[in-house]
């Protein structure tokens, strides 16, 4: 099979977005100019450097995190965990702008320290941002797409210690979630270390 994507594939679901997995989960936090925490997941989320540590999540047009985040300035990327899948996806509900998905989804929040929207509590970790850029991207003619990306500084990281071990975020014990194609997604079950080679080392 060949297709070019803006003619189309012809399958029922888009198969690029399954081979593009697995992807980390953004659970992103904010806060509305009403005050009403939003939280939402979000699948086009990464890292995107470590030297500051930032972050950046995507939409296929601006939603109310992203609409939040750009009036704000801010932003909280929580970690979604195989126990906290149910609420995540509850949190996935296409709810009003005055309605909290944390009262929805059944979830508390906690404060954060350096940022004024909630973070979940159960989380196993939370990222504190500050909106570095927020822009709609062009495609390869030039054209803006309707896509929406915020990126974030993180300015503080929660880290629950249960989840700390010999020195390390042990990211298996925590059980990250990652999206898959379609509906499916990962938890993490197996985890082994590579390092880099040097080269003539």
Same mark, same amino acid.
């Given at each position: ?7 189309? &594939?012809?399958?029922? &679901? ?6 593009? /997995? ?28 470590? %030297? ?6 995507? +939409?296929? $047009?601006?939603?109310?995190? /992203? ?13 979604? +965990? $195989? ?7 509850? +949190? ?54 309707? +896509? ?16 700390? $071990?010999? #020195? ?29 080679? %040097?080269?003539? #080392?």
């Amino acid at each position: 099979m060949f297709y070019e994507p803006r003619n189309g &594939h012809g399958l029922p &679901h888009d198969p690029a977005k399954a081979i593009v /997995a697995p992807r980390p989960i953004g659970w992103i936090s904010t806060l509305a100019s009403d005050g009403t925490a939003n939280l939402a997941p979000y699948s086009f989320f990464n890292m995107v450097s470590g %030297k500051p540590v930032s972050v950046m999540f995507s +939409s296929d $047009r601006i939603k109310d995190s /992203a609409r939040n985040a750009v009036e704000t300035g801010e932003f909280v990327a929580n970690l979604a +965990s $195989r126990d906290l899948a149910r609420q995540m996806n509850a +949190s996935s509900v296409d709810a009003p702008p005055d309605v909290s998905e944390f009262g929805y989804a059944g979830l508390e929040t906690a404060p954060c320290r350096l940022v004024r929207p909630p973070r979940v509590a159960a989380a196993p970790a939370a990222l504190e941002c500050r909106v570095s850029m927020a822009f709609h991207p062009r495609d390869a003619a030039g054209n803006e797409m309707e +896509s929406f990306i915020v990126m974030g500084e993180v300015v503080g990281v929660h880290i629950d210690d249960r989840y700390i $071990r010999d #020195g390390r975020f042990d990211a298996a014990l925590a059980g990250n979630l990652a999206r898959l194609g379609y509906f499916d997604f990962l938890s993490t079950d197996e985890l082994f270390e590579m390092r880099r080679p %040097k080269w003539g #080392g």
